[in-house]
């Protein structure tokens, strides 16, 4: 509730500034000129801090002590790359922010095409942040990936973004085009180097069109000391099926923020995800939902885990604009605090200039709830194995909704693993 | 063999049970029946062990072992069994699963193996058919859309699966119309034998013609205050409670 | 149904422009010269006639102000205030301390009589069960005009008089008390507030004294150019008890004008403050000219264990509303509410909700908040709960509805949940929605015409907050949410 205030550069903005000073040195007149442009726009605002409301529970200016060197082209084993466990995909390797092919899965699939790009997405993102101006000023590198329209592809995409090296930094652009009727799972992975201190900067940019029909999974499973930013900008056409899950376990600091616009009646858009915090953990998911056209549905239901001193932020946004009939917007946020010095800080907002809507959001944080677990042991079940199957219980629920097969088994089983709980259910 | 000795218990600083004396042997069946707010629901969270209720004077023995300081889950491997007024809706965990934990989790606690798929499968099939509980209902989540009938045929079913040598059943037969209490009241006598116990409580004697209870007893204010057999319930159907109040009060 | 009937009868009897209260009276006053300056702080001190340490307390808080910058995180927009084109103190000139009712100018009488305000003692007493009965202070522009049952109070050991009375005659009170839940430098309008406020109301009472009667305030604004810093403090000592009233008016003006009042409760052990207020300043007309800026600062704290602060607000006036009646709950086991019903119509913009702080053990708050938009108004419902690392067991429920007349208007939400404590519980709902197609029907096919249909249905959606009103209270605010929806429908 505070106003912004001119302050002094950070140890972090001045690095970002020789970084961007080198970088411009060695880039051509045309990407130069949109490097600048990025540039400027990063500049008049600064690494986010607490009195920038969007960035109120997420001080970036304090948790970034110093910007990474920006890391150079490096050509990791494959076996470092993770993934999508257990899953035949469709793999694009994207490590350090540049595309590497030679990690790439090379046969051709039909109705997906994917370039190499120098990294510069278009010029109109549905965002003004910060670090997604900072994402274009310094990107290294990334892809596009079309999908022709009424494509359908069985086979899951793989998007694995990997960090190699320490005390590093990536900047990666993506840029994704979904053409009419298509159908697809998309798998975004973020990893790194175990143990690894670096940040990682993705700016991922969608289009879908109309009638598609698209599931995205994202999972970020990057190293426990990296800092992680990704900026979805989403744009979806009409009568499309957009289902987005957000899956987030690694980081020290994480953040996703992603902006998303309706430009096409009757689409609805599924936005869900998990966070799963421990130690000193600081995960942030906030959104900004645009209900620009009437009659789209969105459902933003999201969950966390909190443990330790761990901490967890949620921000949701959903604007309904002044033609926006029929919307239909509900969001739920529901935190688990498993620790006394575990923290959640929600903010589900409402901003509606349209009368005939359908809106809600609600909100529910404590602990396990009392009652379920006396009647879980007084069927003779221990204390420990009670909470885990609790846990467990309340993070499915949001996966199940995902209502994707393959990512479900995929999500059940990381989840399993980070609880310890392989023994805890019997399947 | 339960053992309740002068039990008093009180739930955050209020005395609700105020000594109570009861003994039930295997293969009995004791109806506790009392007005509302008598202390039948704290008696049946003080046998099952829930943290909030408190015994501060008296004692809980079951086949000889102190229960105070058991936990409710080692209370259950010790063979009792809570059927709850209102059971709890358990989102996430589907009823199968729920059920196959619960089941290796006691046998664990008692060392024994845990029970094959195909098994309990077959275990679960079986004793669901009696109680009318449908394969749907086993796939959803724990009690999370069930109706009130639903509920109770499916605690019974745990209570069968579970084999528990305790029976407590609180006002099981609340929110039941007369079909599902004919079927639940069926489930619970085909349990009934000669080395397991059951308490039934209950508010109302339209349950007990169904599970004809050996010894009736009448609680009032926390304390057992008659106890009689099972033309004690008609008595009670006749006059109601206000004998028992008064009695107490004066 | 009566009170429906008799709704739409009031909605029926006033023109769509016409504001109820919007008459001015012409009384002369005594005005500071315009604008502001250490020695208006002074000549606002002096003419209150206050020792030096108040003067000092002002001094220190124009100081911080000048310091300050005007608050832009609401969503409210207007033209920037020109904060020296203001008198900062308007009195009646016939009226410095007037010693009874007898010495009252009998224009400001007849303005409260208008306003439906009896302050004439024998007035209420003819036909008034005594329970029923409510002392007043009248507050105009400025200035406390009259107290009533000042002594029947001061029975049972209840001070209520003018704060600035309370200044000079309790000073040990004041001193402690004053600023203590909103310190000097809290925000911009508080602190403005601290160094011009000229009057309001005080109430202190006792230690084991449940108050014999309802307190209240009426504030009305008149004169032309004024702001308006009203001031209260209420404390309810050990295991007191109180229930004081807020009632605000004021004359149609093509100008804005600025109201800045600061209200300070403090609940110490077992004690109780029932706060309600009916907030009616004129709203500006249909085409969003004129109107009062509400800038309001309003704060309990819950100091003791115990303790319980209760909020409840209709806002159905002014031009802007920038107000969060907020509880401290700092004291184990005490508690918190809100309720409020906050009705926009015409040009009108609200930013309001409330803060509930918990910090201590097994506090508990509940946040009830119905918001209404019609016309092409903004209404914002903005609150934050926050359970501190020692809150254990804290308890929250937050419902906050919406309700959209028309497809010009908007309806916000934004709630900050924020806790530190495995313990604490939180549950917020919040729903936004239009009346239902059907629920129009139904009414209409049972006889209602469109207004009638209307009322009934957004009665029914503000009871659970019209129900913690006081009962008369609650018949007059019935009223005005129907008068404020007028012109609405179609």
């Not at chain 1, 109705?111 to 510069?120: C, H, M, Q, W």
């Not at chain 1, 209900?291 to 604007?319: L, N």
């Not at chain 3, 036909?127 to 049972?156: I, Q």
Request: glycine content about 6%.
């Amino acid at each position: 509730m505070n106003a912004p205030a001119k302050i002094q550069e950070t140890k972090a903005e001045q690095s970002l500034n020789a970084q961007f000073d080198a970088i411009l040195a060695q880039t051509t007149q045309n990407n130069a000129n949109q490097r600048k442009q990025a540039w400027d726009a990063f500049k008049a605002k600064g690494i986010p801090h607490r009195r920038v409301e969007e960035w109120h529970y997420t001080d970036l200016r304090t948790k970034m002590n110093d910007a990474f060197a920006l890391a150079s082209k490096t050509a990791p084993k494959a076996e470092a790359l993770t993934g999508a466990t257990g899953l035949e995909t469709y793999r694009i390797a994207i490590v350090n922010g540049r595309y590497v092919p030679e990690l790439s899965s090379n046969q051709a699939v039909a109705g997906l095409t994917v370039t190499e790009a120098d990294g510069f997405l278009a010029a109109q993102l549905g965002t003004d942040d910060a670090m997604a101006h900072l994402n274009q000023a310094l990107v290294q590198g990334g892809v596009t990936i079309k999908i022709d329209a009424n494509a359908t592809i069985e086979r899951p995409i793989e998007i694995v973004r990997y960090t190699d090296g320490t005390e590093v930094s990536s900047y990666a652009g993506t840029s994704v085009d979904i053409g009419s009727g298509a159908k697809a799972l998309i798998i975004e992975s973020f990893e790194g180097d175990a143990n690894a201190a670096y940040q990682s900067n993705a700016l991922t940019e969608v289009k879908v069109g109309n009638n598609a029909n698209i599931h995205w999974l994202k999972l970020q499973v990057e190293s426990e000391k990296a800092q992680h930013i990704e900026t979805y900008s989403v744009e979806l056409g009409a009568q499309t099926n957009f289902q987005h899950f957000i899956y987030n376990e690694g980081s020290s600091l994480s953040r996703a923020q992603l902006f998303l616009e309706f430009k096409g009646e009757g689409t609805h858009a599924g936005l869900r995800g998990t966070s799963l915090l421990k130690d000193s953990q600081h995960a942030d998911i906030t959104l900004f939902v645009n209900h620009a056209v009437p009659e789209c549905e969105s459902r933003e239901y999201y969950r966390a885990v909190v443990d330790d001193k761990a901490r967890a932020v949620f921000q949701g946004k959903i604007i309904v604009e002044p033609d926006a009939q029929k919307t239909d917007g509900q969001m739920m946020i529901k935190s688990l605090l498993l620790s006394d010095t575990a923290e959640i800080n929600a903010k589900p907002e409402l901003e509606i200039f349209a009368d005939d809507v359908q809106c809600a959001h609600g909100s529910t944080t404590g602990d396990i709830d009392e009652e379920l677990l006396f009647y879980l042991m007084a069927r003779g079940i221990p204390e420990a194995q009670a909470r885990k199957i609790l846990i467990l219980a309340f993070l499915s629920e949001a996966i199940e909704e995902f209502e994707e097969e393959r990512s479900v088994k995929l999500l059940e089983a990381m989840i399993r693993k980070w609880l310890h709980a392989d023994d805890v259910v019997s399947e | 063999m339960l053992e309740i000795k002068n039990l008093h218990a009180e739930v955050d600083g209020n005395k609700i049970l105020r000594g109570i004396d009861l003994t039930v042997r295997p293969g009995e069946v004791h109806a506790i029946m009392g007005p509302n707010g008598s202390g039948k629901s704290t008696l049946s969270y003080v046998l099952a062990g829930k943290d909030d209720y408190e015994i501060t004077e008296g004692s809980i023995t079951y086949n000889g072992v102190d229960w105070s300081e058991l936990g409710a889950d080692e209370r259950a491997a010790a063979g009792m069994f809570l059927a709850f007024q209102y059971p709890i809706e358990i989102p996430g965990v589907a009823t199968m699963t729920f059920l196959k934990t619960a089941l290796n989790a006691q046998r664990k606690a008692r060392g024994e193996d845990e029970i094959s798929t195909p098994d309990f499968m077959k275990l679960v099939r079986e004793k669901s058919k009696a109680l009318k509980v449908t394969p749907d209902m086993l796939k959803r989540p724990l009690n999370v859309g069930f109706s009130g009938g639903e509920k109770k045929r499916a605690e019974i079913l745990q209570m069968s699966l579970l084999e528990p040598t305790l029976c407590v059943l609180d006002e099981t037969d609340s929110g039941l119309d007369i079909d599902a209490l004919r079927i639940v009241s069926e489930g619970v006598n085909q349990l009934r034998s000669p080395d397991r116990s059951m308490i039934v409580i209950t508010h109302y004697q339209r349950l007990l013609d169904h599970i004809v209870p050996d010894v009736v007893h009448v609680l009032s204010k926390g304390k057992i205050v008659k106890t009689g057999g099972k033309e004690l319930a008609l008595e009670l159907e006749k006059n109601g409670y206000a004998d028992y109040v008064d009695e107490e009060a004066a | 149904m009566a009170a429906v009937q008799e709704t739409i009868d009031q909605v029926k009897a006033i023109d769509v422009d016409q504001y109820k209260y919007g008459f001015v009276t012409d009384i002369e006053s005594e005005l500071a010269p315009k604008g502001l300056n250490e020695d208006i702080v002074a000549f606002i001190s002096a003419k209150k006639e206050e020792p030096e340490w108040m003067l000092n307390w002002r001094l220190e808080a124009y100081r911080r102000w000048k310091t300050m910058e005007e608050p832009t995180w609401a969503r409210v927009e207007y033209p920037k205030i020109d904060f020296e084109d203001l008198h900062y103190y308007a009195a009646p000139k016939n009226t410095e301390g007037p010693k009874s009712l007898d010495e009252v100018d009998p224009e400001l009488l007849e303005t409260y009589k208008k306003l439906g305000i009896p302050l004439a003692e024998q007035e209420i007493l003819a036909g008034v069960a005594p329970e029923n009965r409510v002392a007043v202070d009248a507050v105009f522009d400025s200035v406390s005009v009259a107290t009533t049952f000042k002594e029947e109070l001061a029975k049972a050991g209840v001070i209520f008089c003018p704060i600035s009375e309370a200044v000079r005659e309790h000073p040990e009170l004041v001193q402690k008390y004053l600023g203590s839940v909103v310190p000097v430098s809290d925000n911009f309008y508080a602190t403005l507030n601290s160094a011009v406020f000229s009057d309001g109301s005080f109430v202190y009472v006792p230690p084991g004294v449940r108050c014999p009667m309802e307190l209240s305030t009426y504030f009305r604004i008149n004169e032309k150019n004024t702001g308006q810093f009203e001031r209260t403090l209420i404390i309810a000592d050990k295991g007191s008890y109180v229930s004081y009233l807020e009632g605000c008016t004021a004359p149609q003006r093509d100008e804005n004008q600025l109201h800045a009042a600061v209200v300070e409760l403090v609940a110490l052990e077992d004690a109780e403050i029932k706060y309600s207020t009916v907030q009616n300043w004129y709203p500006g007309d249909s085409e969003g000219k004129g109107g009062i800026y509400n800038f309001v600062t309003k704060r309990g704290d819950c100091r003791e264990k115990n303790s319980k602060i209760s909020w409840t607000q209709v806002e159905t006036g002014s031009a802007i509303t920038w107000k969060y009646p907020s509880c401290i709950l700092r004291g184990d086991n005490s508690q918190g509410e809100f309720y409020s019903i906050a009705i926009s119509n015409g040009h009108q913009q609200i930013d309001s909700g409330t803060k509930m702080i918990h910090l201590g053990k097994n506090t508990a708050s509940r946040i009830i908040s119905k918001g209404i938009s019609a016309g092409v108004s903004q209404n914002t419902y903005r609150g934050q709960v926050s359970a501190h690392r020692k809150a254990s067991n804290a308890r929250n429920f937050t419902q906050c509805d919406s309700l959209l007349i028309g497809d010009k208007c908007g309806a916000h939400t934004v709630p900050y949940i924020e806790s530190k404590n495995s313990t604490a519980v939180f549950e917020h709902e919040a729903t936004t929605s239009k009346i239902s197609d059907d629920q129009m029907f139904y009414c209409q096919a049972r006889g209602l015409d469109e207004e009638e249909a209307v009322a009934l249905i957004v009665n029914g959606f503000v009871r659970d907050v019209i129900q913690q009103l006081p009962m008369e209270f609650a018949v007059e605010a019935q009223k005005l949410i129907s008068i404020s929806l007028e012109g609405s429908v179609g």
